[in-house]
């Protein structure tokens, strides 16, 4: 007899994620070390604002659907770059509109939504330093989330516990 040759399972690649909540949700912070914890390249979302969006949420006012558009087309490319080679993104995603307009090019966009009680929230927002989300508009972040549908590819994360916690159930809610 004869040993057949051992069959190489090819390994799935590793998915692109958006982690997704309103400003103060720990989006940045779990999604870099979730991203370490894949071994794939992280990219803050807040980095692909134009100056305009960024100098009006600094003034207070909340940033509208044509002030996004551009800044959620940039997200959206980078995400469909990184399709098949894996990647985690930070972002609000706050609308099913907006989490629709990411995946369009990418299907297989995987949602981690961080959620937590809004007094949590907004306490982490008040002790947080240089940042330009004003903790006054935390509260129509909230009026416009729309949570995962069950039709979309994602899974929430409460945000309890600390950022190491956060990220180990991060990562185990990710797709295998």
């Not at 995962?148 to 991060?170: C, F, H, K, Y």
Request: aromatic content about 6%; overall charge negative; some cysteine.
């Amino acid at each position: 007899m004869t040993a057949e040759p051992a069959q190489h399972q090819p390994q799935p690649s590793p998915p692109v994620v958006v982690v997704m909540g309103v400003s103060g949700s720990g989006k940045s912070t779990v999604g870099g070390l979730l991203a370490e914890r894949m071994g794939v390249p992280y990219a803050e979302a807040d980095d692909f604002h134009p100056p305009e969006n960024i100098a009006k949420m600094s003034a207070g006012h909340p940033l509208d659907d044509t002030d996004r558009g551009p800044w959620l087309d940039a997200i959206a490319a980078w995400v469909t770059e990184r399709t098949g080679l894996g990647g985690v993104v930070s972002c609000s995603a706050l609308r099913r509109r907006y989490r629709d307009r990411l995946r369009a090019d990418a299907p297989e966009l995987f949602f981690l939504h961080l959620d937590g009680a809004p007094e949590l929230i907004a306490a982490r927002l008040q002790a947080r330093m240089e940042h330009f989300m004003p903790a006054g508009l935390l509260r129509s972040q909230f009026d416009a989330l729309e949570p995962l549908d069950p039709d979309e590819a994602g899974a929430v994360v409460t945000i309890d516990g600390g950022p190491q916690q956060i990220t180990e159930r991060a990562y185990a809610a990710l797709p295998r």
